[in-house]
């Protein structure tokens, strides 16, 4: 079975769903709203904007969320987490968005919730609160990308993220996408991340790289989305063989199946040919993804 952990809501709507859904909300669609290759990151996050739109009533979510959970079983996923950004979506309060993606996931997968790079800390805090009582929200996540305009950064964050590891939430973190690896220390000495989501640059601080393989942090590789951000320039360069070589514990994921238009079998097999993963690198990976999903 496959682990998936890393799988953004707005970015994994099938596309007739996604069709029908802007045709209610009057919504005009691009001819076609895939990423592509090299695009950058700042062009990939605006194309939330339009899947957004989209997704700004409760129904939307819960529909969304049932849809990724059903299609996720078909590919051979058996575990499974869904993250979402309730702050972004209309039609009822943060709490009724939050509840709408459970009632969807039906124990199916985890929730995990992200504050944005640039949110106000209270915000984060929020998110916190909501998840507490409910044990469907499995994490908290920091997602986007910072940018010199945000009055807040990483470290703002870090009092949201201790009271997550505080209640147990489990915790992971956007950094080290085509960012200098200091972004990832930062992660994980300061908002306590358990996983990083992309950690591309890891490498280029060795120290890192055994502190991270030493405390057993897990990363969350997504190869074809880091190919469409430019922060790779194609699957064979990815770090990922030379990350499990080094001890790190590193699993594959689809970051937004509808947008970067892959499933995750098709992005484990992609990256394995590409890496020319040896049968036991293949099944660390999957046994990575397997052990590293948050649990309440």
Known sequence: MLADLHRHLDGSLRPATLAELAAAHGVDLPPD??????????????????????????????????????????????TLEIRFAPQLHGGASMAGIVDAALEGAAGRAGIILCVLYGDAPELAE????????????????LAGGPSPSHA????????????????????????????????????IDRLHAQRIGHGVSLLEDPALTEQVARQEVV??????????????????????????????????????????????????????KALALSAAEHDAVLAHGHAGAFRR
Not at 128 to 141: F, H, I, M, T, Y
């Open 33 to 78: 709203i895939r990423f592509t290759p090299g695009m950058g990151l700042g062009d990939a996050l605006a194309r939330f904007r339009i899947t957004l739109a989209c997704l700004q009533t409760p129904e939307a979510v819960a529909r969304v969320a049932d849809e990724i959970c059903q299609d996720a079983a078909a590919d051979g996923v058996g």
């Open 152 to 187: 807040f950064g990483m470290l703002d964050y870090a009092e949201a993220f201790a009271t997550a590891r505080t209640v147990g939430l489990g915790r992971t973190v956007h950094a080290g996408e085509g960012r200098p690896p200091a972004e990832i220390r930062l992660a």
């Open 126 to 141: 929020a998110l916190v609160d909501l998840a507490r009582p409910r044990r469907g929200v499995v994490g908290l996540d």
């Open 219 to 272: 990363i969350e590789a997504c190869p074809t989305s880091n190919v469409h951000t430019g922060v790779i320039p194609r699957l064979g360069a990815h770090p990922l063989k030379r990350w499990l070589a080094a001890g790190v514990r590193a699993c594959v994921c689809t970051d937004n199946t509808l947008l970067s238009d892959v499933t995750a079998s098709q992005e484990l097999g992609r990256i394995s």
